[in-house]
């Protein structure tokens, strides 16, 4: 059984802090990892990807992998009103069904 | 605006209607996805159509019956559903639906069985 956990928080931080949002899977063979953000009654907009241990930036959002510990972050800095979002992590096990693997979510509250 | 378009975006039916789900996608992606995702919950699958084929069905009752006329376009046909049917209904695609390639989500559609 694959698994991915979140806290499903909610993870509340003043604007301009820098919120971290992490995930943790239990298939050793995993090989990739996405991060989406979802406002509410909308649907996942893909926003990070990462394939390799170690740190990928893009803008504000940095995503860190750390494959023998079975752990994937996602840290925005300058957090602002409108990433107030649910924060999906997926994970994609190679060699299956190609299916990634949901966890159920952080909830990210950036207040003024 | 997505890349992944779905129509309508809104759809209330009764339990002895027949709709249909639209699902578009000019990226050249070969892999389809329908997804039901309900409030404060993961996306859960549906199911899957690789190159014009469906790959896997995820014991989804009968009275959901996907379509994939061709490379570009998903059908979902609705018939007798269920007040519990009630959600936002995904659909998604991706490269092949074989590699590492990220899964690219349309707007959805909100759907109610009254």
């Known amino acids: 059984q694959k698994e991915v956990e979140q806290n499903s928080g909610p993870l509340s931080v003043p604007e301009g802090a820098i919120a971290s949002l992490n995930c943790t899977y239990s298939d050793r063979g995993s090989q990739s990892f996405f991060w989406y953000r979802q406002y509410s009654g909308k649907s996942p907009e893909l926003i990070m990807f990462i394939y390799s241990n170690g740190d990928k930036e893009d803008g504000r959002f940095t995503a860190q992998l750390n494959k023998a510990s079975q752990y994937v972050s996602l840290l925005i800095r300058d957090s602002q009103p409108s990433d107030s979002a649910t924060y999906l992590c997926a994970v994609l096990t190679s060699g299956g069904s190609y299916i990634p693997t949901f966890g159920r979510g952080t909830s990210l509250i950036v207040h003024p | 605006d997505t890349e992944v378009t779905q129509t309508p975006k809104h759809l209330v039916m009764g339990m002895t209607n027949k709709k249909s789900l639209k699902c578009e996608q000019h990226?050249?992606?070969?892999?389809m996805y329908w997804y039901k995702q309900k409030a404060k919950k993961p996306p859960e699958l549906m199911f899957v159509?690789?190159?014009?084929?469906?790959?896997i069905n995820e014991s989804v009752p009968s009275r959901f019956s996907p379509e994939c006329p061709n490379s570009s376009l998903l059908n979902l046909h609705l018939h007798a559903l269920q007040p519990e049917d009630s959600a936002l209904y995904l659909c998604a695609s991706s490269q092949e639906g074989q590699g590492s390639e990220p899964q690219h989500f349309g707007d959805g559609t909100r759907l109610s069985i009254l």
């Open positions: 159509y690789s190159y014009e084929k469906l790959s």
């Open positions: 990226m050249g992606h070969r892999a």
